[in-house]
């Protein structure tokens, strides 16, 4: 064998083991690497709360006290900013859309609108412990149609003078005596156990 075919087939040898190498690799994730539903949980909790967060102080609470424009409940016709909720309710309904599985809603212990109440046990049991716990998440695996979903509920607090200011004086509002940090309810985020 001359020294080209030699160095030839050493590098075909070469490019077939890392081809080899690199299939299973490519599968590796889905195949082997597992997360915990918790940390999912987590990691969407953190991008629904930052951009909550972000829109509150610096879109809704910023234009309204330089005098631009206003938050309402009718926005839509109003032609005013939505309400922080309306934000992640709108948010929430476009996600469900995308066919990626994944759910999320406000819902509150006192809520001005009964929609957001607790609607079945598990969430009953959440917002309970929420209140009495701010500080983790009521976790759970609810069974829909035979199909396993992980549910969390984390606390809302009302970080801001205007979560209280708003839902104090709301007519519709079954409590008007919130102090700023108390737990108005809880983000329930949901998704699917299996593909
Ligand atoms: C300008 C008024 C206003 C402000 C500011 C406001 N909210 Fe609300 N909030 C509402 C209204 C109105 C609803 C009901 C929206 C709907 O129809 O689903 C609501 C809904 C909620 C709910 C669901 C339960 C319920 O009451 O229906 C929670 C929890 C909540 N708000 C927490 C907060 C927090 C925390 C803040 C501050 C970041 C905040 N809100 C700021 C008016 C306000």
Not at 76 to 98: D, M, N, V, Y
Not at 105 to 130: C, D, H, M, Y
Not at 161 to 167: D, L, P, S, Y
Not at 170 to 177: A, C, L, N
Request: with cysteine; net charge neutral.
């Amino acid at each position: 064998m001359t020294r080209t075919r030699v160095l030839a087939c050493m590098l075909a040898l070469t490019v077939a083991l890392s081809i080899a190498s690199v299939a299973p690799a490519e599968n590796a994730p889905s195949a082997t690497m597992k997360i915990a539903p918790e940390t999912v949980a987590d990691y969407v909790h953190a991008v629904i709360e930052a951009d909550r967060v972000f829109y509150t102080l610096h879109v809704v609470e910023r234009l309204q006290r330089d005098g631009v424009v206003t938050a309402s409940e009718n926005w839509r016709i109003a032609k005013t900013l939505p309400l922080p909720a309306q934000f992640l309710k709108e948010s929430g309904e476009l996600a469900a859309i995308t066919g990626a599985k994944i759910q999320y809603r406000l819902i509150g212990l006192w809520p001005i609108n009964p929609q957001n109440a607790a609607a079945t046990e598990f969430e009953k049991k959440g917002l309970e412990s929420v209140r009495t716990h701010p500080e983790r998440p009521y976790t759970g695996v609810v069974t829909v149609d035979g199909h396993p979903y992980f549910h969390a509920i984390y606390a809302d607090r009302a970080f801001s003078q205007a979560c209280i200011g708003c839902h104090n004086a709301h007519p519709r509002s079954p409590k008007q005596d919130f102090r700023i940090n108390d737990v108005l309810g809880g983000v329930e985020i949901g998704f699917p156990l299996e593909p």
